[in-house]
């Protein structure tokens, strides 16, 4: 017969199994919940026209649907969300229809869905295709066929004009800031009159040259795009007017052209992939709430690896002296509760700290020193992402330091004896024998410390996080790499779209998406992280870490 203990013991273990089965059933559920709503996100719905019984009619998508009671006590009745589109027609993307409502209802072939670079998508037919004057094709049919190569064309176009722009004119646009600084950089140096005028002449004339060079380079970026806007598309809406309109869209402005009706599954699967790639790839476009989010995603990931190489030595040096060089007592033990404590400040404070030290104190005094010629314009002494970086490693650092003590403290005793007993100084048995070993440990306290920074955000606001980023922090511009520019990060994506945006209502799966990816993005680095925890800890087994 088992004994009161045994049958204690037993009953512990089933509750922290269930337990953990029921966090991981949580855990699973959300990932479901966030992939649900994420990824359906990219997938083509029909386009229905619905007849209502006053006359009207509506074309969009069927987004939701529910059932209201109208009233207390009343049977409950069906109505629908959809998503209209047309939101420079009618004014809102969304309109609730009730069942009782509805007259008739098709899914008319023909129907288009144009994805735009303003103002949303957009549903109707196609009426007339015109390039400048000339008219190329008219009705529905005859449009679309028309339309394929016409848009074709005009991508290419805009994409001579995004590469002009970004390209030569960025490029001269960069030469003439530098120059501009150059010359404003004389009178701070210490040059006689003399030399500082023939540098100023040299500078001047060098600037005139650029000038003009963009002033070409300017002329040439108005005639593509006097090019680029001849192209129109005339499409008719059915917007809930009895009588239908029509609006002038330009071709250049259309990001794609489907007939949602008339694809079959393995067409949307294609969509669903385009699609599904361009938000991984692309930047995103009105107001965040349509297009991809690739320059969050590398701003998250630059942060998090700046972060990781700042706090990895500020951790382990300070775990470091605090087990292996301090003497144990009453300051050693202090020193620690304020670690521990440190570990509890909310992350908002640390976002005030990184602002007044690195910020204000530290970006200023090297704008001084290095960068006078461009104050009252900051450099440094503004939010960046060397400043956001900084702060999360301070703000986790707490983290690395008592993983890392774990760490070294699982080190075995015989290990440290038997490096001092072949000859090895303190310095080598630590650099070449217990930091090794104890690395796995230290590995661990990255991974918390790079699983906590990718997801704060509180004190990014304040340090340099934006919510529309124009240049990345790295590209192909001397000193390519630069770390005082702003940076966009996918957990304040999250909170722009799904709190700041206008049109809540259409960007609510986007969140769900951005949320995924987040999670995603996270998990790979640290699957990397652990990767390379194993490979140490297989590496030194003799230890007990």
Same mark, same amino acid.
């Given at each position: 017969?088992?004994?009161?203990?045994?049958?204690?013991?037993?009953?512990?273990?089933?509750?922290?199994?269930?337990?953990?089965?029921?966090?991981?059933?949580?855990?699973?559920?959300?990932?479901?919940?966030?992939?649900?709503?994420? =990824?359906?996100?990219?997938?083509?719905?029909?386009?229905?026209?619905?007849?209502?019984?006053?006359?009207?009619?509506?074309?969009?998508? /069927?987004?939701?649907?529910?059932? /209201?009671?109208?009233?207390?006590?009343?049977?409950?009745?069906?109505?629908?969300?959809?998503?209209?589109?047309?939101?420079?027609?009618?004014?809102?993307?969304?309109?609730?229809?009730?069942?009782?409502?509805? +007259? @008739?209802?098709? &899914?008319?072939?023909?129907?288009?869905?144009?994805?735009?670079?303003?103002?949303?998508?957009?549903?109707?037919?196609?009426?007339?295709?015109?390039? $400048?004057?000339?008219?190329?094709?008219?009705?529905?049919?005859?449009?679309?066929?028309?339309?394929?190569?016409?848009?074709?064309?005009?991508?290419?176009?805009?994409?001579?004009?995004?590469?002009?722009?970004?390209?030569?004119?960025?490029?001269?646009?960069?030469?003439?800031?530098?120059?501009?600084?150059?010359?404003?950089?004389?009178?701070?140096?210490?040059?006689?009159?003399?030399?500082?005028?023939?540098?100023?002449?040299?500078?001047?004339?060098?600037?005139?040259?650029?000038?003009?060079?963009?002033?070409?380079?300017?002329?040439?970026?108005?005639?593509? &795009?006097?090019?680029?806007?001849?192209?129109?598309?005339?499409?008719?809406?059915?917007?809930?007017?009895?009588?239908?309109?029509?609006?002038?869209?330009? /071709?250049?402005?259309?990001?794609?052209?489907? &007939?949602?009706?008339?694809?079959?599954?393995?067409?949307?699967?294609?969509?669903?992939?385009?699609?599904?790639?361009?938000?991984?790839?692309?930047?995103?476009?009105?107001?965040?709430?349509?297009?991809?989010?690739?320059?969050?995603?590398?701003?998250?990931?630059?942060?998090?690896?700046?972060?990781?190489?700042?706090?990895?030595?500020?951790?382990?040096?300070?775990?470091?002296?605090?087990?292996?060089?301090?003497?144990?007592?009453?300051?050693?033990?202090?020193?620690?509760?304020?670690?521990?404590?440190?570990?509890?400040?909310?992350?908002?404070?640390?976002?005030?700290?990184?602002?007044?030290?690195?910020?204000? #104190?530290?970006?200023?005094?090297?704008?001084?020193?290095?960068?006078?010629?461009?104050?009252?314009?900051?450099?440094?002494?503004?939010?960046?992402?060397?400043?956001?970086? %900084?702060?999360?490693?301070?703000?986790?650092?707490?983290?690395?330091?008592?993983?890392?003590?774990? $760490?070294?403290?699982?080190?075995?005793?015989?290990?440290?004896?038997?490096?001092?007993? %072949?000859?090895?100084?303190?310095?080598?048995?630590?650099?070449?024998?217990?930091?090794?070993?104890? +690395?796995? $440990?230290?590995?661990?306290?990255?991974?918390? +410390?790079?699983?906590?920074?990718?997801?704060?955000?509180?004190?990014?606001?304040?340090?340099?996080?934006?919510?529309?980023?124009?240049? =990345?922090?790295?590209?192909?511009?001397?000193?390519?790499?630069?770390?005082?520019?702003?940076?966009?990060? #996918?957990?304040?994506?999250?909170?722009?779209?799904?709190?700041?945006?206008?049109?809540?209502?259409?960007?609510?799966?986007?969140?769900?998406?951005?949320? #995924?990816?987040?999670?995603?993005?996270?998990?790979?680095?640290?699957?990397?992280?652990?990767?390379?925890?194993?490979?140490?800890?297989?590496?030194?087994?003799?230890? @007990?870490?």
């Amino acid at each position: 017969m088992r004994s009161r203990s045994e049958l204690f013991g037993q009953a512990m273990t089933w509750l922290c199994g269930g337990a953990l089965a029921f966090n991981l059933l949580l855990v699973i559920g959300i990932m479901g919940l966030l992939a649900w709503h994420g =990824l359906g996100y990219f997938w083509q719905k029909e386009l229905v026209q619905l007849t209502l019984k006053d006359g009207t009619s509506l074309l969009g998508e /069927v987004w939701e649907v529910e059932q /209201v009671a109208e009233a207390p006590g009343e049977p409950a009745i069906d109505r629908f969300r959809i998503k209209t589109a047309n939101r420079d027609v009618g004014g809102l993307d969304f309109a609730w229809i009730k069942e009782i409502d509805v +007259a @008739s209802r098709a &899914r008319p072939a023909g129907a288009v869905l144009l994805e735009r670079l303003e103002w949303g998508n957009f549903h109707g037919f196609m009426e007339e295709l015109r390039d $400048g004057d000339k008219i190329l094709a008219r009705g529905p049919e005859a449009s679309w066929k028309a339309f394929q190569e016409l848009h074709e064309k005009k991508a290419g176009q805009r994409e001579q004009v995004e590469e002009l722009e970004k390209g030569e004119i960025g490029d001269v646009n960069y030469a003439i800031e530098k120059l501009r600084l150059d010359r404003r950089a004389l009178d701070f140096a210490d040059l006689t009159p003399a030399e500082k005028q023939r540098r100023a002449a040299a500078l001047d004339r060098e600037l005139a040259e650029r000038e003009a060079e963009y002033e070409q380079l300017a002329d040439r970026l108005f005639k593509l &795009r006097e090019e680029l806007d001849k192209g129109t598309l005339v499409m008719r809406s059915v917007d809930g007017q009895t009588k239908d309109q029509t609006k002038e869209i330009p /071709v250049a402005m259309v990001v794609r052209a489907i &007939r949602p009706n008339d694809m079959n599954a393995l067409e949307k699967t294609g969509l669903y992939l385009s699609r599904g790639w361009e938000f991984i790839t692309a930047d995103p476009r009105e107001s965040n709430t349509e297009g991809g989010i690739f320059p969050a995603i590398f701003g998250t990931v630059m942060m998090v690896f700046i972060m990781s190489f700042a706090v990895a030595p500020l951790g382990v040096l300070a775990a470091l002296y605090l087990r292996e060089y301090a003497r144990q007592g009453l300051l050693v033990r202090m020193v620690r509760i304020a670690v521990n404590n440190l570990a509890g400040v909310p992350s908002i404070v640390f976002g005030m700290f990184g602002l007044g030290f690195f910020v204000y #104190l530290v970006g200023g005094s090297l704008d001084r020193v290095f960068h006078p010629e461009s104050l009252p314009t900051p450099t440094f002494g503004t939010g960046g992402i060397l400043w956001a970086s %900084l702060t999360l490693a301070l703000l986790t650092v707490p983290v690395v330091i008592v993983a890392a003590e774990e $760490g070294l403290a699982a080190v075995p005793r015989i290990v440290r004896e038997g490096s001092l007993a %072949l000859g090895a100084t303190k310095f080598e048995t630590i650099w070449r024998v217990v930091i090794p070993a104890a +690395a796995p $440990g230290i590995l661990t306290g990255m991974i918390l +410390a790079m699983a906590r920074a990718a997801g704060e955000v509180a004190p990014l606001m304040i340090v340099g996080m934006v919510k529309l980023a124009p240049s =990345l922090p790295i590209d192909g511009r001397p000193p390519f790499v630069h770390l005082e520019r702003k940076f966009m990060h #996918l957990g304040f994506h999250i909170f722009d779209v799904g709190f700041q945006s206008p049109n809540v209502e259409a960007t609510t799966p986007l969140v769900f998406a951005t949320a #995924l990816l987040l999670i995603v993005v996270v998990t790979v680095m640290n699957i990397v992280a652990i990767m390379l925890r194993n490979h140490l800890r297989r590496k030194y087994a003799g230890s @007990s870490v």
